[in-house]
């Protein structure tokens, strides 16, 4: 299986101030047709999974525009540039390139400090 | 607005089976591959299966593989997947989720409980 391996695990962040969640993957997630299938993905308290961004860097529709995806080959980052008390929640990375199976990072809770 | 319904969860002993059913809505439910993703209690998340638009094919987590069965109806928009053999382990909730490479829509997650 290809590992996923987030850091940190534990975020705590001021409110508005950055914060930066690294995922990396144990092999390259380039497909066969050039695309990088890695995702992101938020889960607040009590609640299902969101998608944030798709593809390392395309936000989804109605993602606030200080969420920001970044990377290639084997690492990749989730930026927020100011945190707002909605963020609070747990992130995880996805890679949809290597089947069986597909697979998330552990998970980063992000907390307000 | 685009909508998945799971149902079908609950308590079962280990060795037993459950069914869980996913209602699809606000798309074209015959256009996309689907899954099925779990999440134990207090845990990360962890793919169990999908299948693709037209059922042609099916793919399974190694953990899964063998006990359960994915399967879709396009007339009626809905996504099935049939547990067997259940351990303590498959204690988790399931999502139905649109898509595979890049698994856009979530539903709201069914809670599957095996203990004796």
């Known amino acids: 299986d290809v590992v996923m391996t987030q850091s940190p695990l534990s975020l705590p962040v001021t409110l508005g101030q950055p914060a930066s969640i690294s995922c990396r993957s144990s092999?390259?997630?380039?497909?066969?047709?050039?695309?990088?299938?890695l995702n992101w993905f938020q889960q607040r308290p009590g609640q299902s999974p969101r998608r944030l961004i798709y593809k390392v860097s395309n936000r989804d529709s109605g993602v606030p525009d200080r969420f920001s995806g970044s990377g290639s080959g084997t690492d990749f980052t989730l930026k927020i540039t100011r945190v707002e008390a909605e963020d609070v929640g747990v992130y995880y990375c996805?890679?949809?390139?290597?089947?069986?199976?597909?697979?998330f990072g552990q998970g980063t809770k992000l907390e307000i400090k | 607005q685009v909508q998945l319904v799971e149902s079908g969860g609950g308590l079962v002993k280990p060795g037993g089976s459950l069914r869980l059913s996913c209602a699809a809505s606000g798309f074209t439910f015959s256009d996309y591959y689907m899954s099925w993703i779990r999440q134990a209690p207090g845990k990360g998340l962890e793919w169990v299966s999908y299948?693709?638009?037209?059922?042609?094919?099916?793919n399974y987590a190694d953990s899964v593989k063998g006990r359960f069965t994915i399967s879709r109806d396009n007339a009626k928009n809905s996504l099935d997947l049939q547990m067997n053999s259940l351990r303590a382990e498959d204690t988790a909730v399931y999502y139905c989720v649109r898509g595979t490479r890049e698994p856009s829509t979530w539903g709201q997650g069914t809670l599957v409980t095996v203990s004796s």
């Open positions: 092999e390259s997630l380039v497909y066969s047709d050039g695309n990088t299938y």
């Open positions: 996805m890679q949809g390139t290597h089947w069986p199976p597909y697979t």
């Open positions: 299948i693709s638009s037209s059922s042609s094919y099916a």
